[in-house]
Nanobody
Framework: QVQLVESGGGLVQAGGSLRLSCAAS????????MGWYRQAPGKQSELVAT???????NYAGSVKGRFTISRDDAKNTVYLQMNSLKPEDTAVYFC????????????????WGQGTQVTVSS
């Protein structure tokens, strides 16, 4: 059983910073893509940032230059450093990981964390 546990959310003033972490646990052989998504009240979920196994990153235009995604494969953990936070960044942030697991055969399966609340006050 693979689980993703996020941490690091909270309340911060506009212009402040937060660092989110998402640790994957369980019998994982490798992880290729990892990412962060967010969902604000009354809005659809949107991609924030992704990182692949080679370290290549992709960002939503609204966070480019302010947020940095990184990963530590030894810890099966993905991070999201969020700087210059704005009230419009307020949302529940979810991580995901495409993990290689094994049942009768090896295969990749996408897992999601439970979400962590980020609130930015003006």
């Amino acid at each position: 059983q693979v689980q993703l546990v996020e941490s690091g959310g909270g309340l911060v003033q506009a212009g402040g910073s937060l660092r989110l972490s998402c640790a994957a646990s369980g019998t994982i052989f490798s992880i290729n893509d990892m990412g962060w998504y967010r969902q604000a009240p009354g809005k659809q979920s949107e991609l924030v940032a992704t990182i692949n196994s080679g370290g290549s990153t992709n960002y939503a235009g609204s966070v480019k230059g302010r947020f940095t995604i990184s990963r530590d494969d030894a810890k099966n953990t993905v991070y999201l450093q969020m700087n210059s936070l704005k009230p419009e960044d307020t949302a529940v942030y979810f991580c995901n990981a495409n993990a290689l697991i094994k049942s009768t055969a090896y295969y990749f399966r996408l897992y999601w964390g439970q979400g962590t609340q980020v609130t930015v006050s003006s």
